[in-house]
């Protein structure tokens, strides 16, 4: 598989495990704020990391680290990612899938056959301004069917939406929540300029402003919550 990026050690992606991320290049996604710029615009581009040694150093880890979180980019573009995920279970690590949920195809075979343990999936914004946020057009039932897949399956999950200012609005939020009614967890987190963003002229709303946005949403799902604002 095609690992762009490697985080041997953290506590924040992998709710509840001690854990390593590796980020995958590419994405079918062209989020102006994203904060993965060069993964997205120029995967081509970016230096990888050897399968076999990523492998290495997690079997030395084992029983220190715990779960392995794989994002991007968007990793259900990686055509091997399945026989990956098979390689990291083998040796005895939960798999936390970060994923836009825009591949339910690719994203269902994967649970049904049991290869994740944890799923997040960034909810962009309300269906009315999804393509803006997205910045692509797109099928919103693919969106739809995994967000419904999610809320009636059995694996854990999250959604979670970055808020920037000049793309969402207040009124985004509830139409959100519809969106994702009866969903577990829902995290809204704040924009952040990496220096590595697609179009860095956004800016982050006060943690006020985002508190009334998580009001919104409140009312439609089980928990919600502020992220690192």
């Known amino acids: 598989m095609r690992i762009a990026g490697f985080q041997k050690l953290t506590l924040l992606d992998y709710p509840g495990k001690v854990a390593a991320t590796l980020f995958t290049p590419g994405c079918n996604f ?52 399945a026989d990956f995920i098979r390689k990291l279970k083998s040796i005895g690590y939960a798999v936390k899938l970060d994923t836009n949920g825009s591949f339910p195809e690719r994203l269902f075979p994967l649970l049904d056959e049991g290869l994740l343990d944890y799923v997040a999936m960034d909810i962009k914004s ?41 793309l969402h609005t207040k009124e985004d939020f509830s139409k959100l929540g519809k969106f994702i009614e009866g969903a577990e967890s829902w995290y809204l987190q704040s924009y952040v300029d990496s220096g590595d963003v697609i179009d860095p002229v956004f800016s982050a709303f006060s943690k006020e402003e985002c508190a009334e946005f998580l009001e919104e949403v409140r009312p439609f799902v089980k928990n919600c919550a502020l992220r690192g604002i």
């Open 30 to 81: 062209r989020c102006p704020f994203c904060h993965n710029a060069s993964l997205v615009l120029t995967p081509g581009e970016t230096p990888l990391f050897e399968e076999e040694e990523v492998l290495a150093y997690l079997k030395k880890r084992q029983g220190i680290l715990e779960g392995v979180c794989i994002t991007g980019g968007e990793p259900t573009l990686q055509g091997d990612l």
């Open 126 to 166: 309300s269906p009315e301004n999804y393509e803006k946020v997205a910045g692509v057009s797109l099928d919103l039932q693919k969106l739809e069917m995994t967000v419904r897949r999610l809320i009636g399956g059995s694996i854990p999950y999250e959604f979670r939406t970055t808020v920037v200012k000049g």
